[in-house]
């Protein structure tokens, strides 16, 4: 039947076909016979060859080796492929699948490897997250024993406070009432007038006796007598009542004591309210203090577990000795590219020298082809010769161009058609496109070496100006002068009016750099001496670090004196902000500023407005540099000399 398959390749023994059988029957439609027929088939003779052959192959791989999935891969690939010649028939269909599983694997293999260099970032950042849980740790150590010891230290002065407070209200209790101390007052003095009263009556008796018997001495005793009972039972009375009034008032406290004590204790409780609220603050702080130890130890679980998931994860760092045996010129070599490189630096170097020599490997190159949008240095349709130059001929070639530009430049021609005009006339017609698309793939492979990335950058447009071409201009002038010069005067030279003291020491340093004697001259011509590959000399790269650095200040400075204009900004509040930071600017130079930002002359370039990113990116890859001193730090100066 049309469509239906054998159970075996056509020519085993034995084949039987299902006839009028549709794909979708269920399996209860088949009869009994047609199973047990299907089962009595022999195995095909080609699947049997495919299968021994398979097992011969699994059988002989070293499975051990960490690629051992690649190499079990290959055998049944092999076996697809025989599958694959065999079925002429299904051949394209099988071949496409076959291709676009191999083009999925090579993506995943190609994801795999772009994932592999942050496992060293994954490493770094659990080393970071360590050092920072443990000083973490340290430093919530002490702050806790601190709390600890302050906690027990109020809780004692809180008990002392306590008991103070209980003894006060101890005596408060004891103490009256004013009314009850003002009656109290009030019976005493009445006590006392009373006292005094009785006092007097009884020398006035005493005396009126004493006359009496003076006078007539023949008075009658039983009066007498009688006078004396009654003055002795007042007495008593008067005595009675001072011993109750005694009693009743031996617990009674003079009034000032009490006005003491009672500013004494509204002072104390006044204090123990202060206190009560400082250690309410102190209690809420504490329980901040708490959930904040919470959430960092949540924090520090979780660094930890990445931790142990990045130590799981992470793959050791490469050994970059081992470059040095493919590297061409050995150790000695690798070492002196391989000096003060960080590892993604490293990676760079290896990609260059991989870049080099896959160049020099090829014959003829692909053209570019004749578009607009080609540069006018690559325009050609077919293939180009590979001149296979060396380093050191693209960068005598590429320093020829620049000098001969230098000389020219009243012509004012853009560099790539100038490239090209001098190919042409160096090498003829014939030959310039070659150069061309050599020159431009070692400067394309070499972003190390500065003269090719400095030409390649401002070849595509990249950058407008080298830079240090001005000091370098003026050194080389000093230089036809005056061959060296005193380490001491070195900080006078003209070349360098706005240099900071410690920028000028630097450079001093970087001029001695190789130098064996402690004598303080120093030679011009041994600043700018470079090696067979163009590699400058630590003074120049000391220049360009510093250029690049005080371009970044200035742009900064120019950034902050927009103030307010956050957004976007238009020619007169830049020219405004030029002025403000570099008063000494010159109109020629702002007016190149400006065009540089505005990207060309408008007929109303007041009105124009660009974003402030936009502005500071399109100043930073020109040649922008200050004109005079800054006036912040004449300001400074000035102020620390009054």
Not at 14 to 19: A, F, I, N, P, S
Not at 364 to 369: A, D, H, S, Y
Not at 559 to 587: C, H, M, Q
Request: hydrophobic share 35%; proline share 4%.
């Amino acid at each position: 039947a049309r469509g239906q398959w054998s159970m075996w390749p056509a020519f085993a023994a034995g084949q039987t076909v299902l006839r009028n059988h549709k794909p979708c029957n269920a399996p209860e439609e088949r009869t009994p016979s047609n199973e047990q027929a299907l089962l009595t088939i022999p195995k095909p003779r080609h699947l049997e060859q495919l299968e021994s052959y398979l097992r011969k192959e699994l059988q002989t791989l070293d499975l051990t080796k960490g690629s051992s999935q690649e190499l079990k891969l290959q055998p049944y690939r092999e076996i697809f492929e025989f599958f694959i010649d065999n079925f002429r028939t299904y051949k394209p269909l099988l071949s496409a699948i076959k291709n676009e599983y191999e083009a999925t694997l090579a993506h995943q293999k190609e994801t795999i490897r772009a994932l592999e260099p942050l496992k060293a970032m994954v490493t770094t950042v659990s080393e970071e997250c360590t050092q920072q849980i443990l000083a973490l740790q340290e430093k919530e150590k002490v702050e806790i024993n601190t709390l600890k010891q302050e906690k027990h230290h109020l809780l004692k002065f809180i008990d002392n406070m306590k008991e103070e407070k209980s003894s006060l209200q101890t005596q408060v209790n004891k103490l009256s009432v004013a009314e009850e101390y003002t009656r109290y007052l009030q019976e005493y003095g009445a006590r006392k007038l009373l006292l005094a009263k009785l006092n007097e009556m009884h020398n006035e008796q005493l005396n009126v006796k004493q006359h009496q018997v003076q006078g007539d001495k023949g008075e009658d005793v039983v009066k007498l007598t009688l006078a004396l009972k009654m003055a002795r039972q007042d007495l008593t009375k008067a005595q009675v009542k001072l011993n109750a009034m005694t009693a009743e008032y031996g617990d009674v406290v003079p009034r000032r004591d009490f006005e003491s004590l009672e500013k004494k204790y509204s002072d104390l409780l006044q204090e123990m309210k202060t206190l009560r609220k400082d250690f309410e603050q102190l209690h809420e702080e504490y329980g901040t203090l708490l959930e904040i130890h919470r959430e960092t130890a949540e924090e520090r679980d979780s660094f930890y577990t990445q931790l142990q998931e990045a130590e799981r994860s992470h793959t050791p760092r490469p050994n970059w000795a081992k470059c040095s045996e493919v590297i061409p010129g050995g150790v000695e070599r690798w070492g002196r590219l391989a000096e003060g490189k960080s590892s993604n630096q490293l990676v760079d170097v290896l990609l260059e020298e991989i870049g080099t020599g896959v160049l020099k490997e090829m014959n003829v190159f692909r053209g570019w082809g004749k578009g607009d949008k080609v540069p006018v240095y690559l325009r050609y349709e077919g293939d180009i010769k590979n001149k296979k130059p060396t380093k050191k001929d693209v960068v005598n070639i590429l320093k020829d161009i620049w000098k001969e530009k230098i000389a020219l430049d009243q012509q004012r021609s853009s560099l790539p058609e100038f490239f090209l005009s001098y190919l042409q006339k160096k090498y003829g017609d014939a030959s310039a496109v070659e150069w061309s698309y050599s020159l431009y793939e070692y400067m394309r492979l070499c972003p190390s070496n500065h003269i090719m990335s400095s030409f390649y950058e401002i070849l595509i447009g990249k950058v407008s100006n080298p830079c240090c071409t001005s000091a370098q201009t003026l050194l080389v002038v000093q230089t036809r002068r005056q061959g060296s010069v005193l380490r001491g005067s070195f900080t006078s030279l003209k070349a360098f009016p706005l240099k900071r003291r410690d920028a000028i020491q630097e450079l001093v340093d970087a001029s001695r750099f190789n130098l064996d004697s402690d004598e303080d001259l120093i030679d011009y011509t041994s600043l700018f001496k470079e090696d067979e590959e163009g590699n400058p000399e630590p003074f120049v790269a000391k220049l360009r670090s510093q250029y690049v650095s005080e371009k970044q200040e200035y742009l900064q400075e120019l950034k902050n004196s927009l103030g307010d204009v956050t957004r976007e900004v238009n020619a007169d509040d830049l020219k405004a902000a030029f002025y403000r930071i570099d008063p000494e600017i010159n109109d020629q130079m702002l007016d190149a500023y400006i065009s540089l930002v505005y990207q060309a002359k408008r007929e109303q370039p007041d009105q124009e407005v660009v974003p402030v990113d936009t502005m500071l990116e399109r100043l930073r890859v020109g040649d922008v540099r200050r004109v005079g001193p800054s006036p912040r730090k004449e300001n400074t100066t000035d102020s620390e000399g009054e």
